[in-house]
């Protein structure tokens, strides 16, 4: 029987559509990054009503954010993916009952999430904690994939032995491959050199590969073994302003096959993603504040952009109710296992401010208020010996303090502005631990230098916030030796000036917290030795392991109590003066406005550039000296030569 031509053209139109039509699919990408256990939108906490549409300004909420993982499902036609990019612990009070009750992996897998990778902060349960998380979380929740290509677990320590056998009980594998409309999606795990070195220092004895060198494997083995049709990265690398230092987008460069790298560690929120050369880089900023949906297409076994926006996590979402009922039996578990022992509760109400004490790049209010209270804290627990100074890095405050609508200043809002580090024993408690020690008056100097000659290099992250002394610094002057005038003393006891030569060998107590006191340590050796400090005792002698700088708690128990840095912050703002008479503690006057404790005063007076010099002034002044007479004395064998050339040529005509 033979068909008509029209019925024949039809019928190879309608196949060629088919074929069209199946040559082209669609995914969705939902995607997060370093979401630091922050449950509850903020700040302050006590604003945060999820269930109620527009009903306060704070951002985030993992309420929130779960609703708009399940809208994005309900609206698209085709699969739809929902990742994490690592650092979903330590940023709240949350995740002090992490290694007992893994509240965040067990959120992640009731709001949907496909799979997650693990970012620097991850690791600072320490690997048993970590290994006692993921096993809690796997005895109360079916897990999303975990991926992670980077650890190396050492052979010659048993530190990292639970979280070796937990990796492999899970699974955390290098990589997972999830098949959605025929698409095979291959998805892998990979830690960022910068966070593997200055962000994950409590994996020890864990170890991390190369980024590029781990990618690269992986891709082949996606590419060619798994015959996957998309490759997602989720790298815990990061992006930078300076491209050299990007290293996101150096991965992107340097390894071929990866389609979509979903971007963490940096907390850079992008409105639209970068493309270098067939690969997407995203990243939706941090702590649940939005999340990014990207919509690529696959045809020919190439992956397109199609749309991305990046969604503000507001109160213009709803919050899931079955999500924030979860949150809320969390956060009376924290009140129950945790803070009751402590007389606290997580939204115990601790003093009212006025004003929002916001972190800047200068002497802001909650960096002296934070520094204040360190201070304050260790000479209230060991007056011994006076501590007269205190200091504090930007890097270590993660969030501002903000008023809110009743300006009522609650347990789990000072906690986040501090939450990080973990204690030096194996079992301690999270938070970084105070320590304190001892400096002569010229490593002061060398200790402030930092802010005058480091910060300016390496960013935000190293603004010091100080406690205790203030300080005239000029930015013209040479590098490392640019402070001039050093002062000890406080706002409300006045201040004297500080004789910072290196004749004087009194000694000054410090204190900090245990990150701080580390990187004072290695400030010697990113400046050449020019801040070399050495941390000491008080009889002076020096001390190598910060374990035994610790403040001990309670000196009448055995061993070491840490005295944690975020219960000095609670304590020292309970102690504030109730003036209103409203029987709250009200923040004081003082940190209403910065304080003035670090002054530049730029100068260009030859004077101001070399008086009272140190080493670096000295060598450069020996530098230019030799410069001057190496010139001098060229030019004067240059004129004697010109004047035998030209006597010479008189002689001959």
């Not at 005058?452 to 406690?467: E, F, L, V």
């Not at 930015?475 to 001039?484: A, E, F, K, S």
């Not at 060598?619 to 010479?648: H, I, M, W």
Request: charged share 25%; hydrophobic share 40%.
């Amino acid at each position: 029987m033979k068909l008509p031509r029209a019925a024949i053209i039809i019928a190879v139109i309608v196949f060629s559509m088919n074929v069209c039509a199946a040559e082209e699919k669609f995914l969705t990408i939902v995607h997060t990054n370093d979401m630091h256990s922050s449950f509850q939108g903020f700040s302050p906490e006590l604003d945060y009503q999820p269930l109620v549409f527009r009903a306060d300004e704070t951002m985030g909420g993992w309420s929130r954010l779960a609703t708009i993982i399940g809208d994005t499902r309900k609206e698209k036609k085709h699969p739809v993916l929902v990742v994490d990019s690592g650092d979903y612990t330590v940023g709240s009070l949350f995740h002090m009952l992490a290694r007992e009750e893994a509240f965040e992996i067990r959120l992640l897998a009731a709001m949907g999430y496909d799979a997650i990778g693990l970012g620097a902060h991850d690791f600072s349960l320490k690997p048993e904690g970590l290994a006692r998380s993921l096993m809690a979380a796997k005895t109360q929740a079916e897990l999303p994939a975990i991926v992670f290509a980077s650890a190396v677990f050492s052979k010659k320590s048993d530190a990292d032995d639970a979280l070796e056998r937990a990796f492999a009980e899970i699974p955390v594998t290098p990589y997972t491959v999830i098949e959605r409309d025929g698409v095979r999606i291959g998805i892998f795990g990979i830690m960022g050199k910068s966070a593997a070195v200055e962000a994950a220092t409590y994996a020890r004895p864990v170890d991390f590969r190369a980024p590029v060198e781990v990618a690269r494997e992986i891709v082949q083995r996606l590419r060619q073994e798994e015959k996957v049709d998309v490759v997602v990265c989720l790298s815990h690398g990061g992006l930078n302003v300076n491209p050299k230092k990007s290293e996101d987008e150096i991965l992107a460069r340097k390894v071929r096959g990866i389609d979509v790298i979903v971007s963490g560690c940096s907390h850079h929120l992008l409105e639209k993603p970068v493309i270098l050369g067939k690969t997407i880089i995203v990243q939706a900023g941090a702590y649940g504040r939005y999340v990014g949906v990207l919509d690529v297409s696959l045809r020919d076994g190439k992956v397109k952009l199609e749309h991305y926006q990046v969604i503000p996590v507001n109160s213009s979402v709803l919050g899931d109710k079955e999500i924030q009922k979860t949150i809320d039996d969390f956060k009376d578990k924290i009140d129950k296992l945790f803070l009751s022992g402590l007389d606290l509760s997580y939204d115990k109400v601790l003093a009212r401010t006025e004003w929002d004490l916001k972190i800047t790049d200068e002497g802001s209010p909650l960096g002296n208020l934070i520094a204040d209270s360190m201070r304050w804290y260790v000479n209230k627990v060991d007056p011994s010996s006076r501590a007269t100074i205190a200091l504090e890095f930007n890097g270590v405050i993660r969030d501002h303090l903000m008023a809110g609508r009743t300006g009522f200043i609650a347990v789990g809002d000072l906690f986040r502005t501090i939450p990080l580090g973990g204690g030096m024993d194996r079992d301690a408690a999270m938070g970084y631990p105070l320590v304190s020690f001892y400096l002569y008056p010229y490593e002061i100097k060398r200790m402030l230098e930092i802010l005058t000659s480091i910060y300016p290099q390496r960013g935000n992250d190293y603004y010091m916030h100080i406690s205790g002394v203030r300080f005239v610094y000029n930015p013209h002057r040479v590098i490392y030796d640019r402070v001039t005038d050093i002062e000890i003393g406080s706002e409300e006891e006045g201040y004297e000036p500080l004789d910072y030569s290196e004749g004087n060998r009194t000694l000054y107590r410090v204190a900090s917290n245990s990150r701080t006191a580390s990187f004072l340590r290695l400030a010697g050796e990113e400046t050449y030795r020019f801040l070399d400090v050495s941390l000491k005792d008080r009889r002076g002698r020096a001390v190598r392991n910060l374990a035994y700088l610790r403040v001990d708690e309670n000196k009448y128990n055995p061993g070491i109590q840490e005295l944690k840095q975020w219960r000095g912050l609670i304590e020292y703002v309970q102690s504030f003066k109730d003036t209103d008479g409203d029987g709250v503690p009200d923040m004081p006057e003082k940190y209403r406005d910065k304080l003035d404790r670090i002054v530049a005063m730029p100068s260009w007076n030859p004077v101001s550039l070399i008086s009272r010099p140190t080493l670096p002034t000295v060598l450069s002044l020996l530098l230019v000296a030799l410069l001057f007479f190496g010139v001098v004395s060229f030019l004067r064998r240059a004129v004697k030569k010109y004047r035998k050339r030209r006597g010479s040529l008189q002689f001959k005509h």
